[in-house]
């Protein structure tokens, strides 16, 4: 679409908001060139005429142009804004240059600066157009002046530099003085330029374009890097760009050139290149864009052997710079060349050194090669009722199929490539014809694959291995052949016929409507639609099997490119042509073979076809459901993750092996293929339920090609949400399936690290509920296999057994009695396989059996001499102590105690409180157990402050006060001399001077202070015997001697104590 006719089609807003003036307009014939530019008039007059038009030509934008002037190449008016509430009315002044109806040139007072022509300019052409009426033509300026008389040009030149006289006079003296001097340049040239005659026949004519304006926001765009919808907006020149091609607008190269030039100056490509890191994807993306329209440009059909030499010099120089882009961002990947069919070898070369270097635009280079004078092709193209003739020769058999449709046999994406240049260059039925060959073409190639197929199947199967034909795959591919395919045939088809709009241009995009259109009348195919043939060729190319390519950008690209085209075919509207349509070609996928990504023979490191077979489930499961599932269960496998001995299909022994086992392929996208291999799995679970053959089916698939535990566990939980709705029963077919499928995430996390196992644990119990009590009462039973014995313990058997469960279930009593009993068996083999993280568990889920709760009480004293810590030990001392059991309780903190060892600088130990707890309990026991329980203090306790805590604690209060049926307390307070506090007090008196010396070694003044103060605790101690004032002035005295270089601290001491 040119700029003028895209303001006929969307000035209607601008036009209503605008007032034009007009009193008059200009008109002008064809204007010969023979005297010089605008010549019209004799010799004599020749020195006034070049002035005056000299003149004209430097202030043709500031004259006023009588509101609205028009010559056959010149309009010219003034388009005024009208006032708003917040904005007054502005005029802007507009001229329009034309030549042979192109706009060559716009000038506007507004000053807004686009690539695209401004509002007024838009609506001054759509007033031209509307109303050409009002418009009076009038004669270039040159034929004007030549009717005039000496005395009329004078009177003329003079009238207009008065009205100018302040911009336009230096000018027209300069140029008088010009004029009057013989040797002037001006004089050497007849004739004078006329600003409204328009350019020579011969002179090339184009379509406005500011070119420093495209420069500038190129630049400016690139400068974002992808943000502020920068992207989009490159995005929209690109489509500009194209819309120019399709109007065959010289500007399209033009305008591409300028783009491409500033995206090779963009200083990223040097610092990419200088850091080794790959660009961003958006930039990519766009890159490949650029490139695929020079394949467009050089492919033009009617291009000028000149033009297509520039082009591609050009090119190539670009792409012989090191900062150019490389095809598949990733540095010696060897694609088959545009010209060459794809080689029939899969091995990939080793030696990257050795591959050519392919560039962005070298498909573009290598178009040099391709012709249009083709005499087949040329037929094709021209006419829809071209068929085999009657009597072919020989080298004419294979330009036909047994129908008599022409065939195109090309490299298919250079075929569409060809396909692309002609629908890009405005040539829509070419490129439909073509097209229609291409298919056939491809029909006739999976026909005859098929075949082959047929006959080695048996040997391929026995084999268990295969070679893959297809290393260049067609989705993903950088000229994109299926798209191409796909959008030629469906632009034919579509109701709306708006156009291109563009996602940036439009607020919300409306879904494209289809109708059936069939293949042009007298065509070998006019049975068929070309809605139907354009489904079939995105179900080949989506189908294809190919190798993954290697780079994270082409395997993300050939993601991205499989995503976009099922969402153009979710598009479309199933009705019974086109499911037929779809069932032929899914019937033909699934016996293509090793040439189909869904046939029983695949490649380890094929392209899967989860993200495909999802869209052929959905789409085929209300007209064939059989089909429909048959095909999503072959499509579940993902060879690459899989041995040789698993690789192939669900329901054949035989399965083929990686012809390249030496290179393990790096799947930059494997996290991405197998979380659509989820999604495939997750549609078919939610279309089975209730449907128990299918469910089961679909769970050995499962079970079988999916290997991530965190997806299973998703499919799982997608299962048990499916199979419980809030607003209806439950599914028990589903219900289970989820169960089996939480079964297994429990095996394969049990003996790895996954940060959401215990998620796992508790959403399994959860489910096992919901099945019932026998699911509850199988995992109990079957708990080594699935999970550790503290999540057994803590989490499963714990739930199970607990009121909510009960009261979920309506257990009875019976129900009940089992459901605890399997809990005690599980507690007690836990316990006893971990008894340092499952003791404690285990007598709280044993407290309701006698007989349990001693045998899980003895493991824990067992175990106490083992491997538990003084810290889980004092834990179910506490836990006894709670349940009524003291003397245990005393029992286990005393082996407990036998554990620890607190050095003398740990005062803030955590195991400080349970010591004093322990001691508590001692005490309030009786003299004999805190007799039997200060030894072992003594022997793991060296803290001092800890020591003379637990001394004044004791003799506070009596001992035996904790009610021991059988013993009685005495009432009287213990003493510190004799046995067994004095052994405490001489251990404490014994720690103090032992830390006091310790942190005398390395003491600094600054902790002068707080050293005073633990004398100051240590002498409380000292003083609990009778001698004890003697010992800690002797103690003092001690310090003073050994420590006397410590002067200052020491007067602090004599200070204190004297």
């Not at 003296?173 to 330029?193: F, M, R, T, Y």
């Not at 089992?818 to 396989?833: D, G, H, I, P, V």
């Not at 407990?896 to 003398?904: P, Q």
Request: charged share 20%; net charge neutral.
């Amino acid at each position: 679409m040119t700029p003028l006719e895209g303001a006929r089609g969307r000035g209607a807003g601008w036009c209503s908001c605008c007032r034009f003036q007009a009193s008059s307009a200009f008109y002008s014939g064809q204007v010969s060139r023979g005297g010089g530019p605008g010549c019209g008039w004799p010799r004599s007059r020749t020195h006034e005429a070049t002035f005056l038009l000299l003149l004209l030509t430097q202030a043709r934008r500031l004259a006023d142009p009588l509101r609205l002037l028009r010559n056959r190449f010149h309009l010219s008016g003034t388009v005024t804004e009208l006032a708003t509430a917040s904005e007054p009315a502005v005029t802007y002044k507009v001229a329009i240059s034309f030549d042979r109806c192109k706009i060559t040139s716009v000038t506007c007072g507004c000053g807004n600066k686009d690539i695209f022509y401004c509002a007024h300019v838009v609506a001054l052409s759509l007033y031209r157009i509307r109303k050409p009426d009002q418009v009076k033509l009038r004669l270039p300026i040159s034929e004007t002046l030549f009717q005039m008389n000496r005395d009329q040009l004078q009177k003329f030149i003079q009238y207009l530099i008065t009205a100018h006289h302040t911009e336009v006079l230096p000018t027209a003296q300069k140029l008088a003085d010009e004029i009057l001097s013989s040797s002037s340049e001006i004089n050497q040239v007849n004739g004078a330029p006329d600003p409204t005659a328009g350019a020579s026949i011969e002179d090339e004519n184009c379509w406005h374009l500011d070119e420093e304006q495209v420069k500038e926001q190129v630049k400016l765009f690139l400068s974002q890097g992808g943000y502020c919808g920068s992207g989009k907006q490159l995005n929209s020149m690109f489509a500009k760009v194209r819309e120019m091609l399709r109007m065959r607008d010289s500007n399209g190269a033009r305008m591409l050139t300028l783009i491409t030039e500033q995206f090779m100056a963009d200083p990223r490509l040097t610092l990419w290149r200088q850091q080794g890191t790959n660009m961003t994807d958006k930039c990519r993306q766009l890159w490949d864009e650029l490139g695929a329209l020079w394949v467009c440009i050089i492919l033009n059909p009617h291009c000028k052997l000149e033009e297509k030499s520039c082009w591609l010099q050009q090119l190539q120089k670009w792409s012989d710079l090191d900062v150019c882009p490389l095809e598949d961002g990733n540095y010696g990947h060897e694609l088959p060349n545009i010209t060459n069919a794809l080689p029939q070898s899969a091995i990939h070369s080793p030696d990257s050194l050795s591959r050519p270097r392919r560039t962005v635009f070298t498909r573009a280079i290598e178009g040099r090669e391709l012709h249009w004078q083709d005499s087949h092709l040329q037929r094709i193209i021209s006419s829809d009722v071209y068929t085999a003739p009657a009597c072919q020769r020989e080298s004419e058999r294979l330009l036909f199929n047994s129908q008599g449709q022409p065939l195109w046999l090309e490299h298919v994406p250079t075929a569409c490539a060809r396909v692309d240049a002609l629908r890009s260059h405005g040539y829509p039925k070419e490129a439909l014809r073509l097209t229609v060959a291409i298919i056939n073409t491809l029909r006739l190639q999976q026909q005859r694959q098929l075949e082959i197929y047929k006959h080695q199947k048996k040997e391929l199967l026995q084999r268990g291995n295969t070679t893959i034909t297809n290393l260049e795959g067609w989705v993903g591919h950088p000229l994109d052949p299926i798209g191409c395919l796909f959008l030629t045939l469906t632009e034919a088809c579509r109701l709306n016929d708006d156009g291109y709009l563009e996602m940036s241009d439009i607020n919300e995009s409306r879904p494209p409507v289809y109708q059936h259109v069939p293949v042009a009348a007298g065509s070998p195919n006019s049975s068929e639609s070309y809605l139907s043939l354009a489904l079939e060729v995105a179900l080949m190319g989506l189908g294809q099997q190919r190798l993954m390519p290697e780079g994270l950008y082409a395997q993300d690209k050939v993601c991205r490119n499989e995503e976009q085209l099922l969402s153009q075919l979710q598009e479309l509207q199933l009705d019974d042509e086109l499911v037929q349509t779809l069932q032929k070609q899914c019937i033909l996928l699934l016996e293509g073979g090793p040439f189909s990504g869904l046939g029983e023979v695949i490649h380890r490191e094929s392209v899967p076809m989860h993200t495909f077979a999802k869209y052929l489930f959905s789409a085929l499961l209300p007209h064939d459901p059989d089909l429909s599932y048959k095909l999503a269960l072959r499509a579940m496998r993902l060879p690459v993750l899989e041995n040789s001995a698993s690789a192939g299909d669900t329901s054949h022994p035989h399965h083929m092996v990686s012809v390249v086992p030496s290179r393990y392929p790096r799947w930059f996208t494997l996290g991405h293929l197998e979380s659509q291999q989820c999604e495939l799995a997750s549609t078919m679970l939610t279309a089975a339920k209730g449907d128990t053959l299918r469910l089961r089916t679909i769970l050995e698939a499962i079970q079988k090609h999916i290997h991530s535990s965190c997806l299973i566990f998703k499919l799982a939980q997608d299962a048990f949400k499916i199979a419980t709705p809030t607003d209806s029963s439950t599914d028990s077919t589903l219900l289970n399936v989820a169960l089996e499928l939480g079964l297994q995430v429990m095996r394969m996390t049990l003996s790895t690290l996954n940060w959401r196992r215990r998620e796992m644990v508790r959403w399994l119990v959860t489910c096992a509920t919901e099945v019932g009590v026998r699911a509850l009462v199988s995992i109990l039973q079957s708990w080594y296999t699935l999970f550790t014995p503290t999540e057994a313990t803590s989490i499963v058997a714990a739930t199970a057994v607990s009121h909510t469960t009960i009261l979920r279930l309506s257990l009875d009593y019976p129900q009940r009695e089992e459901l605890a009993s399997c809990a005690r068996t599980l507690a007690l083999q836990c316990a006893m396989k971990d008894p340092q993280s499952c003791a404690l568990s285990a007598l709280t889920l044993c407290e309701k059996d006698h007989i349990a709760f001693e045998a899980a009480y003895q493991i824990a004293i067992d175990a106490a001499a083992g491997g538990m810590t003084h810290s889980q030990l004092f834990t179910i001392a506490r836990y006894m102590e709670l349940r009524g059991y003291p003397l245990r309780a005393f029992k286990l903190a005393s082996l407990a105690m036998s554990h620890l060892n607190l050095a003398y600088n740990q005062d803030t130990h955590p195991a400080i409180n349970d010591v004093l707890w322990a001691c508590a309990l001692s005490h309030s026991l009786g003299k004999n157990e805190l007799a039997a329980l200060i030894p072992l203090v003594v022997k793991s306790v060296h803290c001092a402050t800890v020591l003379s805590d637990i001394l004044r604690r004791c003799t506070v209060t009596a001992p035996g006060l904790a009610g021991i049926p059988g013993r009685r307390s005495s009432g009287k307070l213990m003493s510190t001399d004799k046995a067994p506090l004095r052994q405490l007090l001489d251990a404490t008196i014994n720690a103090y001077i032992n830390t006091t010396h310790s942190r005398l070694t390395h003491i600094s003044p600054r902790h002068y202070g707080e050293f005073i103060e633990f004398l100051s605790k240590a002498r409380e101690t000292f003083l609990l015997p009778q001698d004890g004032h003697l010992q800690f002035a002797q103690f003092i005295d001690n310090l003073k001697q050994i420590y006397k270089g410590k002067k200052k601290l020491m007067l602090l001491v004599r200070e204190r104590f004297g």
